[in-house]
Each structure stands twice: as structure tokens, then as C-alpha cells.
């Protein structure tokens, strides 16, 4: 996905999970799913002229990654800025998942702390 914001890894640590236990990959799926959120509900305050009403972005847990888009079926925006999925990334994704960084990593690492006692 050109543009995209990868983390590396994501796939062999959630397969190595769900080896240890059964239950650490459900858990793992909701606190990724939650640390999306986090950034999905921030892009979408950052970038209001982007989202039409009823369409904010939404965060997507897969085995590979996870990622935020809008929910929007409609082009309404895309067609008259010819740069439009750049500008979205650098005027809302981007700073979104910047602003929420130590958050995701502090949620990341007590769930693993917990894993672990």
C-alpha cells in the first residue's frame, strides 16, 4: 500500500502469540484494535475537510497489519485535489499516529506485561 505506515514484525508476533496460547491472540487483536482506534478518532479530528459527515476514519485489525481508512463510498473529496490521499496522510494519518505513539506503546507493553505475570 504506497504511502502506507508499516509496522515490521506485526505478523511473526502475532503468530508466535497464538503458538504460547489460544487466548493471547483474541487479546492481542483487541489491544491493536483499541491502539487503531486511538489513531482512527484522532485523524478523523485532524482532518475533518476529508471525512464526509457519518464517514470517520475506522481502524482495521488483520493478520499482517493494522490500518485506518475512511469509511466514506464515496470519492467526494478525491475528485478535485488531484493529491488527495497524500494530503491526507501527511495532514491527518501521519500526525494522528505521531500525536498517539506513546500511548500505543504504553498500552502495547502492559499488555505484554501481562502476558509475562
Known amino acids: 500500500m504506497p504511502g502506507a505506515i508499516a509496522v515490521e514484525g506485526l505478523t511473526a508476533l ?9 487466548e493471547v491472540g483474541p487479546m492481542l487483536t483487541a489491544e ?3 491502539a ?3 489513531v482512527a478518532e484522532s485523524a478523523t479530528a485532524k482532518g475533518q ?7 470517520p476514519a475506522k481502524a482495521r485489525v488483520t493478520v499482517a497489519r493494522v490500518y485506518v481508512q475512511s469509511t466514506a463510498r464515496t470519492r467526494r473529496n478525491s475528485l478535485s485535489r488531484k493529491n488527495f490521499a497524500q494530503e491526507q496522510l501527511e495532514d491527518s494519518y501521519e500526525p494522528a499516529l505521531e ?9 502495547l507493553e502492559l499488555m505484554l506485561d501481562r502476558l509475562i505475570h
Open 49 to 55: 475537510q476529508f471525512y464526509a459527515p457519518g464517514a
Open 99 to 107: 500525536e498517539n505513539t506513546p500511548e500505543i506503546e504504553s498500552r
Open 36 to 38: 487503531g482506534d486511538l
Open 32 to 34: 491493536l484494535q483499541a
Open 14 to 22: 502475532r503468530a508466535g502469540f497464538r503458538r504460547v496460547d489460544s
